[in-house]
């Protein structure tokens, strides 16, 4: 994927002065050596320089990884370890880090051999607290050299997603569509999350696309577009127009990036969008996601955001869909009931108007979009991918500045079904245990949008790390609670 970070995370092990230090020299070769057994080499970096036990230490240990292009940390307790330096390395890296700890190996060398990293852990997480520290801690962080490989591996997603926010910033194009209030927030927790925000006029963006007209590049981005939808290319006279908008739209970003290595795009597609430009923007927006660069619809900032730490996660590409209608008995009935474990309540259909990769549809056609249709001249709407969702598992997912404007989140894992839809554009039957309970109690009650980001996978683990890492109070994170565990606001007579 384009657009996203590749981390590199240096290793550094610590000692507490009156602990053998050989343990912690050894343990970290063990764990060394684990990981490049088991992944990619080029993740990690093993700080050799000391292993840190004073404040002395903890500087040369920040100047060598920094020296080595490391963006995050790995702070690796071999035995006890300093509580007061291991945390100063957290507190002064500038990145994401994580604690994780050694366990004992033998019974049979617990004199010299016994290092204590169990209980040197509590000293560090609550230095951690002390000095206000976001680190990632595993669930259960003390382990063998293989199984700490383990969670230093689930931690690079997070990793990547961290660094991707510290280096983002999100381009926008005009303000919310007149009824879309859902989709506006206050901006300023973005700048509480090191993310930054360029809001322009669609004038601007207008002005761009027009001084495209003409551009060289054209003919061969027609050409990529038409390999990519093959027999779905229905309406081959707009191809000209969306590949100009295409290059408008990444030459704004080369231009207008600065300082930030990542971007986003929040859009602007309706209501005059169509009639001034053309066409509409769904097929270029389902593109650029597609590599990675993330483009939400309705100017919903916090839709390309949630959509950008999804990239960052999944490794892949995401969509942004509206959680939009209930799944018909009929449907249920002939096609789910017996079939699946899920009741209809559970079910629900994702819908955006063509937005969606067309790697993550069954099958695409570039069409015209019928809702706006329905109020204009068709020839202006033509530009929208149409096609069911692939089936398989997903986590649906969204972060969110709200009206009293609190940083919130929710994480929801479960499935598209193998299920035809019977609709229009980009669109599928999703399926999440317990989702009739969840859409009352997280997204109606947290006061979420009709807007969720997708990954493709299950990613519910690392996403919750993330929101947790960038400051969201856990209370804040919303996800579908099982059967017989309540919400707080659910009433239990009822």
Same mark, same amino acid.
């Given at each position: 994927?384009?657009?996203?970070?590749?981390?590199?995370?240096?290793?550094?092990?610590?000692?507490?002065?009156?602990?053998?230090?050989?343990?912690?020299?050894?343990?970290?070769?063990?764990?060394?050596?684990?990981?490049?057994?088991?992944?990619?080499?080029?993740?990690?970096?093993?700080?050799?320089?000391?292993?840190?036990?004073?404040?002395?230490?903890?500087?040369?240990?920040?100047?060598?990884?920094?020296?080595?292009?490391?963006?995050?940390?790995?702070?690796?307790?071999?035995?006890?370890?300093?509580?007061?330096?291991?945390?100063?390395?957290?507190?002064?890296?500038?990145?994401?880090?994580?604690? $994780?700890?050694?366990?004992?190996?033998?019974?049979?060398?617990?004199?010299?051999?016994?290092?204590?990293?169990?209980?040197?852990?509590?000293?560090?997480?609550?230095?951690?607290?002390?000095?206000?520290?976001?680190?990632? =801690?595993?669930?259960?962080?003390?382990? !063998?050299?293989?199984?700490?490989?383990?969670?230093?591996?689930?931690?690079?997603?997070?990793?990547?997603?961290?660094?991707?926010?510290?280096?983002?910033? *999100?381009?926008?194009?005009?303000?919310?569509?007149?009824?879309?209030?859902?989709?506006?927030?206050?901006?300023?927790?973005?700048?509480?999350?090191?993310?930054?925000?360029?809001?322009?006029?669609?004038?601007?963006?207008?002005?761009?696309?027009?001084?495209?007209?003409?551009?060289?590049?054209? #003919?061969?981005?027609?050409?990529?577009?038409?390999?990519?939808?093959?027999?779905?290319?229905?309406? #081959?006279?707009?191809?000209?127009?969306?590949?100009?908008?295409?290059? !408008?739209?990444?030459?704004?970003?080369?231009?207008?990036?600065?300082?930030?290595?990542?971007?986003?795009?929040?859009?602007?597609?309706? #209501?005059?969008?169509?009639?001034?430009?053309?066409?509409?923007?769904?097929?270029?927006?389902?593109?650029?996601?597609?590599?990675?660069?993330?483009?939400?619809?309705?100017?919903?900032?916090?839709?390309?955001?949630?959509?950008?730490?999804?990239?960052?996660?999944?490794?892949?590409?995401?969509?942004?869909?509206? =959680?939009?209608?209930?799944?018909?008995?009929?449907?249920?009935?002939?096609? *789910?009931?017996?079939?699946?474990?899920?009741?209809?309540?559970?079910?629900?259909?994702?819908?955006?108007?063509?937005?969606?990769?067309?790697?993550?549809?069954?099958?695409? !056609?570039?069409?015209?979009?019928? =809702?706006?249709?329905?109020?204009? #001249?068709?020839?202006? !709407?033509?530009?929208?991918?149409?096609?069911?969702?692939?089936?398989?598992?997903?986590?649906?997912?969204?972060?969110?500045?709200?009206?009293?404007?609190?940083?919130?989140?929710?994480?929801?894992?479960?499935?598209?079904?193998? $299920?035809?839809?019977?609709?229009?554009?980009?669109?599928?039957?999703?399926?999440?245990?317990?989702?009739?309970?969840?859409?009352?109690?997280?997204?109606?009650?947290?006061?979420?949008?009709?807007?969720?980001?997708?990954?493709?996978?299950?990613?519910?683990?690392?996403?919750?790390?993330?929101?947790?890492?960038?400051?969201?109070?856990?209370?804040?994170?919303?996800?579908?609670?099982?059967?017989?565990?309540?919400?707080?606001?659910?009433?239990?007579?009822?």
């Amino acid at each position: 994927m384009q657009n996203i970070p590749k981390v590199k995370l240096g290793i550094v092990a610590v000692s507490r002065d009156c602990f053998p230090e050989s343990l912690s020299v050894n343990r970290r070769k063990a764990l060394i050596d684990a990981y490049k057994a088991k992944y990619d080499a080029s993740d990690i970096y093993e700080c050799p320089i000391c292993i840190v036990e004073s404040e002395i230490h903890m500087v040369q240990a920040l100047e060598d990884i920094k020296a080595a292009g490391c963006d995050a940390l790995v702070v690796y307790l071999g035995n006890f370890g300093p509580e007061i330096s291991e945390t100063l390395l957290a507190k002064h890296f500038d990145g994401p880090a994580m604690f $994780v700890a050694a366990a004992e190996e033998s019974g049979k060398d617990l004199i010299q051999g016994r290092g204590d990293a169990y209980c040197g852990m509590l000293n560090a997480s609550y230095n951690i607290k002390l000095r206000n520290i976001h680190a990632y =801690i595993p669930e259960y962080p003390v382990g !063998t050299a293989e199984e700490c490989a383990d969670m230093i591996h689930d931690f690079v997603p997070i990793a990547r997603a961290v660094v991707g926010l510290q280096n983002l910033k *999100i381009i926008s194009f005009g303000p919310r569509p007149l009824n879309f209030l859902a989709c506006n927030a206050p901006i300023k927790q973005l700048y509480n999350i090191g993310v930054e925000i360029e809001e322009n006029s669609e004038l601007d963006l207008f002005e761009a696309f027009n001084k495209h007209a003409g551009d060289a590049r054209i #003919p061969d981005v027609v050409k990529d577009m038409e390999a990519e939808l093959g027999a779905g290319n229905q309406k #081959p006279e707009i191809l000209s127009k969306l590949a100009q908008y295409e290059l !408008t739209l990444l030459d704004w970003v080369e231009a207008h990036k600065g300082y930030r290595k990542y971007v986003a795009i929040a859009g602007k597609c309706w #209501p005059a969008f169509q009639t001034q430009f053309g066409f509409v923007p769904c097929y270029v927006n389902s593109r650029l996601t597609g590599r990675g660069i993330p483009v939400s619809c309705e100017v919903d900032i916090y839709g390309a955001l949630s959509e950008f730490i999804g990239t960052c996660v999944s490794d892949d590409a995401v969509t942004l869909l509206d =959680i939009n209608n209930t799944v018909p008995a009929d449907i249920y009935e002939e096609d *789910i009931k017996g079939k699946f474990n899920y009741t209809q309540k559970d079910t629900f259909m994702g819908f955006h108007c063509g937005n969606t990769c067309s790697k993550k549809l069954t099958s695409c !056609t570039m069409k015209y979009q019928m =809702i706006m249709a329905r109020s204009l #001249p068709v020839e202006v !709407t033509n530009g929208t991918l149409e096609g069911d969702i692939i089936p398989g598992d997903i986590t649906f997912y969204r972060l969110q500045s709200t009206s009293d404007n609190i940083l919130r989140a929710y994480v929801a894992q479960g499935e598209v079904l193998p $299920v035809a839809t019977r609709s229009f554009g980009g669109v599928g039957i999703f399926a999440i245990p317990e989702m009739g309970r969840f859409y009352r109690h997280v997204l109606i009650e947290g006061g979420f949008p009709h807007h969720g980001a997708v990954t493709f996978g299950h990613h519910g683990k690392a996403l919750f790390e993330v929101f947790k890492l960038i400051g969201v109070c856990p209370e804040e994170i919303g996800y579908n609670h099982p059967a017989g565990l309540p919400y707080r606001t659910e009433n239990p007579f009822a």
